[in-house]
């Protein structure tokens, strides 16, 4: 049995192809092929190129299958979640809208007519957010756009099917459509009633771990596709080194996903109302999190300087905003951050509209310390509702590499920082598939003991100075007075 195999990781803004090898209980990564995933602005909407992932899939497979001379065991796939392709008798109904498209507005309105917020989360426990694929079905269904459709395919799902012929909905990503219950596991199909959608339209469930059949074209033909946590955040949270139970994770890239593992959902009211979501995770587990903005306030402000002429790379702006250290706060998870456009003005709106927002560098500070800020305001909430008291922070992704931020969210949390791997969801992607194939054995417990035997992993400490203004901030009083002992 060949000891590789090969994780297809979509991420929003690049797919990669990655060759994993398991080996003396150790996985080793070689990227064979990144490409492009942005979605495209259409006279009918923010669309997805299905068709060209499809082929960069295929493309990236090859490229893997000639750097593994053993070839491989497996492929699978992985993706950001909520989005999806329609199927009609003779194949796609059109390019799948991207989840930014402010049709969502529309299809949540539609959603919040027929169910309240309130008993739509008791019901699936999933956050209240535009970008839920209810949403998106729902303005499918209002636009006449279900009425030819046969089946419904999230992402990694439809391109799985192309690759194979069998059509499934793998359940971590199928519970961020919002139509799933959390404790049965299945379809909520009196809910899917209710809002008006064709009961024919969804898939067979199916877990992480299951072979959904031989590929059977392109240069795969004949190897299996596992389904692994195709939501690429289920994923990344199986490849982050987790120690136990009271270590929160952090996957930070485009969004920043915070929270930690559980046996079983948290539906209360309470929850509700801190935005909490419980997304199905691997091997039961559920992924209680929340969704701060992320790195993509950064790059979408990047977006709109570059349309001024001002070319900017992240790696400069992260050296510039280390010399500063003033900035100023705002709400890194507030829904006007949403959608594509200008993001220094929206930020410059929600943060009190302070000239210094039109430098840079001030822009990118204020943004790593909102986050920072999110990120503290969201463990917290995550003890009060767990009753578990986060003990360390784990981050994981691209994001893990940006120190200043780390540092800044350990100075703001209290808490020991550890960063990396970056590469935590292609790993996650790799481990299930070499599981299911028998490569491996064992629980998350042991798939995360070959994450830390494989990964440099970088801490951030709490520096004492931002201690002592974090507590001085918490009791009311002053940091003078507080340094002085008094
Ligand atoms: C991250 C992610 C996240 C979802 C969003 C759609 O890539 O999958 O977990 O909420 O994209």
């Not at 946590?229 to 982050?240: E, F, Y």
């Not at 039109?358 to 310390?369: G, H, K, M, Q, V």
């Not at 203004?469 to 009311?476: A, D, I, K």
């Amino acid at each position: 049995m060949p000891a590789s195999v090969i994780a297809v990781d979509l991420g929003a803004t690049s797919g990669r192809v990655v060759l994993c090898t398991l080996r003396d209980a150790r996985i080793g990564l070689t990227e064979v092929h990144r490409f492009s995933t942005a979605a495209r602005r259409t006279d009918d909407g923010l669309r997805l190129d299905a068709g060209a992932l499809l082929a960069d899939v295929q493309e990236g497979i090859g490229k893997a299958l000639e750097a593994a001379p053993d070839g491989v065991a497996s492929v699978g796939i992985d993706c950001w979640a909520v989005d999806y392709g329609l199927l009609g008798a003779d194949g796609l109904l059109g390019d799948p809208f991207n989840y930014r498209d402010e049709r969502t507005t529309r299809g949540k309105a539609e959603v919040d007519r027929l169910i309240s917020p309130a008993e739509l989360y008791a019901r699936v426990g999933i956050q209240d957010n535009a970008i839920n694929t209810v949403n998106q079905l729902a303005d499918d269904k209002l636009a006449g756009r279900l009425d030819a459709a046969a089946m419904f395919l999230l992402l990694p799902d439809l391109i799985g099917y192309w690759l194979t012929g069998r059509a499934v909905a793998e359940r971590t990503n199928a519970s961020t459509t919002s139509l799933l219950d959390p404790v049965g596991r299945g379809w909520d199909w009196p809910l899917i009633d209710r809002l008006g959608l064709p009961r024919r339209i969804f898939p067979e469930l199916v877990d992480p771990g299951t072979v959904v059949g031989p590929i059977t074209v392109g240069p795969a033909a004949g190897i299996p596709l596992i389904a692994v946590g195709s939501h690429d955040t289920a994923s990344a949270v199986v490849g982050a080194p987790l120690t136990g139970p009271s270590d929160a994770y952090l996957s930070s890239g485009t969004w920043s996903l915070i929270g930690m593992e559980l046996d079983a959902p948290i539906l209360t009211e309470a929850s509700r109302a801190s935005n909490l979501t419980n997304e199905a995770g691997v091997d039961a587990t559920i992924r209680y999190l929340k969704n701060v903005m992320g790195m993509w306030l950064l790059s979408e402000a990047q977006r709109t300087w570059a349309d001024q002429g001002l070319a900017t790379s992240v790696a400069d702006l992260i050296a510039a905003a280390a010399q500063i250290d003033d900035a100023v706060h705002f709400d890194a998870t507030d829904p006007s951050l949403l959608h594509p456009g200008d993001m220094p003005g929206r930020i410059r709106a929600l943060a009190g509209d302070d000239p210094r927002l039109e430098d840079p560098a001030f822009l990118a500070r204020s943004i790593f310390e909102s986050l920072a800020d999110a990120y503290a305001d969201t463990l917290a909430e995550l003890e009060a509702l767990t009753g578990t008291r986060p003990r360390r922070l784990v981050v994981v992704g691209g994001g893990s590499h940006n120190a200043l931020l780390n540092q800044l969210t350990a100075d703001r949390t209290g808490l020991e920082v550890s960063a990396g791997p970056a590469e935590a969801t292609a790993i996650g992607n790799a481990l299930i598939q070499a599981r299911a194939v028998g490569l491996v054995t064992g629980t998350l417990t042991d798939l995360r003991r070959i994450v830390m035997a494989s990964a440099e992993l970088t801490t951030h400490l709490p520096d004492p100075k931002a201690a002592i203004t974090r507590l001085s901030n918490e009791f009311g009083a002053d940091p003078a007075f507080v340094r002085a002992g008094g």
